[in-house]
């Protein structure tokens, strides 16, 4: 039996839609792409949305957008893919690392509060895996501090925080449709906000900064999304709730029927909906096996699994080295803890049935 970590989920609906861009002559910047930017604004609540052509592009350019430079810091959480901060160092900024929750792996309030100095510019949040972090607390810091809040929502298309969708808590959301995301255009990203003069700046970002044909008044980058991977978007934007709906009744599955010792399942907090981009359980040292002996017996059982992410940015090479005692400690025992069970909407009861038993029977 093979059960894959996991699966992009595309059908006949999204092979037409492509068909149609190829066969209309019109494959960049066309009317598909805007009328993405349109339908996903109004999918999160936001103003405007401004389709990139990948995650980390969405980020670079919210950052831009916020003013962010040379000599500022950005704080970020540590425990998150490498493009959180990187993407404040394509700015010439420095990322300051914060630590997070050891239950929800998201960023924590008091560490945000913690690291603010008078060079801090900006705050990212990420909703890891697809849980909010905990937008309030963290927005009434960076208003306290006159802070733009910027949301990491890569993994997190269609979650709620009480009950507003990410993308429409901070005043940029960044959204990444890679290839293995809730949806997907296979590559491509979407910045979403409320305020009309950041999305016209963000529009001049990602277009060479064009305000007209061949009028540069700023400096910009090529971030455009094609119309190929805008129709694949639309598509995907229809079904996303469906998606998502069953993600979590997945992970429903294994919150009933995971019960190995020394296997803690992800929590999630009060007043969230999670769309489980990933369901991260932790390996602690009362499971019989360690955590790559784990990941083996599961492949050699067929089982997919995979490590997210098994070292936090601050210890990474790119930003090493770091102080000591170590500034993140819960994002430095998570990454040698954290487990990602397949979880995506391919899945049906006899395969999360099978991943529980191969699981449950090593105890």
């Not at 792996?105 to 909010?132: C, E, M, S």
């Not at 009744?249 to 990933?278: C, D, F, M, W």
């Amino acid at each position: 039996m093979q059960v894959l970590i996991a699966r992009p989920v595309v059908g006949q609906d999204e092979v037409a839609a492509v068909s149609e861009v190829l066969l209309s002559g019109m494959l960049a910047q066309g009317e598909k792409v805007a009328g993405f930017e349109q339908k996903f604004a109004a999918y999160c609540g936001a103003a405007h949305a401004v389709a990139v052509n990948n995650g980390t592009a969405a980020l670079h350019a919210a950052l831009l957008a916020a003013g962010i430079g040379p000599g500022d810091e950005v704080i970020v959480p540590s425990f998150s893919f490498i493009a959180t901060a990187t993407a404040v160092s394509m700015c010439g900024a420095q990322p300051v690392f914060a630590d997070v929750d050891e239950q929800t792996f998201n960023i924590r309030p008091d560490q945000v509060r913690d690291r603010i100095t008078p060079k801090t510019k900006a705050v990212v949040g990420v909703h890891l895996f697809g849980q909010p972090f905990d937008v309030d607390p963290v927005l009434e810091i960076c208003e306290a501090h006159n802070l733009p809040l910027i949301e990491d929502a890569a993994q997190a298309h269609g979650a709620l925080y009480h009950g507003v969708k990410a993308g429409n808590l901070g005043k940029f959301g960044c959204f990444s449709f890679y290839a293995t995301k809730n949806m997907i255009t296979g590559e491509g990203g979407m910045v979403t906000t409320n305020d009309k003069p950041s999305a016209d700046k963000l529009r001049l970002i990602i277009n060479h900064g064009q305000s007209e044909k061949y009028l540069h008044t700023i400096l910009g980058y090529n971030y455009r999304m094609t119309d190929i991977a805008a129709a694949i978007g639309i598509v995907q934007l229809k079904k996303l709730d469906k998606f998502n709906q069953r993600r979590r009744k997945n992970a429903e599955y294994y919150a009933s029927n995971l019960t190995a010792k020394g296997i803690v399942r992800p929590k999630v907090a009060e007043n969230v909906q999670h769309v489980y981009h990933q369901y991260v359980i932790q390996v602690t040292k009362d499971f019989p096996l360690s955590r790559s002996a784990l990941m083996d017996h599961l492949k050699a059982k067929g089982i997919g699994s995979a490590v997210h992410y098994p070292i936090p940015i601050h210890r990474q090479p790119l930003y090493a080295p770091v102080a000591d005692p170590d500034p993140c400690p819960v994002a430095t025992r998570l990454s040698g803890t954290a487990l990602s069970l397949p979880v995506h909407p391919s899945l049906d009861t006899k395969d999360l049935a099978y991943v529980c038993d191969v699981i449950n029977r090593v105890s």
